[in-house]
């Protein structure tokens, strides 16, 4: 009869690690903790770095915007902020001729528009003034059509949203999309709808903050109509 062997005590159970083999693996687990530890630091200093960089340039922005507003104001004619926007609605009909080619690339930076009288509007689709105000400015862009350059800048909003808006309201000028938040801040907007008046250099010379009446766009443009060129 063969006789079963009885199990070691330590089968089926890890060895156990003798003094020598505790002594060196301690030093190389605290080493491998002190990597992680300095991984997690570095990671954490870098998400602080990050966040104060982001709130160093809202407060810049917020302050130069702030400095625009302030110089408007007082007369100055700062010059406009540039930006560089895509195209959410490429409606240049009553765009002077020369400028509709700058569309063409799905994007409208500011300089592009140089020699030319802008009234830029900020606006968004859920902005009810906005709405109020859109057959003023549609009416005014049609008016004076070839001589000024109507454009629209949608922010804080979804692109379906504004196009919807849009549609509705038959808007026949050019909108771009704010989708960074940053054009609005470097104008020093507190909200929608504002508009803003730029002379043939890129200067602005007036402002609107809220929903702009018929009587005030043809006031404001009436400074600007006198030095565009013919449509």
């Known amino acids: 009869m063969t006789e079963i062997s009885k199990p070691t005590p330590t089968a089926g159970r890890p060895s156990p690690i003798g003094p020598d083999e505790?002594?060196?693996?301690?030093?190389?687990?605290?080493?491998?903790?002190?990597?992680?530890?300095?991984?997690?630091?570095g990671l954490s200093l870098g998400v602080v770095a990050c966040l104060l960089g982001l709130l160093v340039w809202k407060v810049v922005f917020d302050k130069s915007g702030a400095q625009l507003v302030a110089?408007?104001?007082?007369?100055?004619?700062?010059?406009?902020?540039a930006f560089r926007l895509g195209v959410i609605w490429p409606h240049t009909e009553y765009w002077p001729v020369t400028l509709r080619p700058a569309l063409d690339d799905g994007v409208v930076s500011l300089y592009e528009l140089r020699g030319h009288p802008v009234v830029i509007n900020?606006?968004?689709?859920?902005?009810?003034?906005c709405r109020d105000e859109a057959p003023n400015l549609n009416a005014a862009a049609k008016a004076h059509a070839g001589r000024v350059v109507f454009l629209?800048?949608?922010?804080?909003?979804?692109?379906p949203d504004a196009h919807k808006f849009l549609r509705e309201l038959h808007v026949p000028y050019v909108s771009v999309r704010d989708?960074?938040?940053?054009?609005?801040?470097?104008?020093g907007?507190?909200?929608?709808?504002?508009?803003?008046?730029?002379?043939?250099?890129?200067?602005?010379?007036?402002?609107?903050?809220?929903?702009?009446?018929?009587?005030?766009?043809?006031?404001q443009l009436a400074p600007l109509l006198a030095d565009a060129p013919p449509g």
């Not at 949608?154 to 692109?159: A, E, G, P, T």
């Not at 890129?202 to 006031?219: F, K, P, Y």
């Open 189 to 219: 907007l507190t909200g929608v709808p504002e508009t803003y008046y730029l002379d043939r250099q890129g200067r602005i010379v007036g402002h609107s903050i809220g929903a702009v009446s018929g009587r005030e766009l043809e006031q």
């Open 179 to 187: 989708k960074s938040s940053g054009t609005y801040r470097a104008y």
């Open 122 to 129: 900020f606006w968004a689709s859920w902005c009810v003034p």
């Open 152 to 159: 629209g800048i949608d922010i804080q909003d979804l692109v």
């Open 22 to 41: 505790a002594s060196s693996a301690t030093p190389a687990l605290r080493t491998h903790r002190s990597r992680l530890l300095l991984v997690l630091q």
């Open 71 to 81: 110089a408007i104001k007082h007369g100055r004619r700062p010059v406009a902020p």
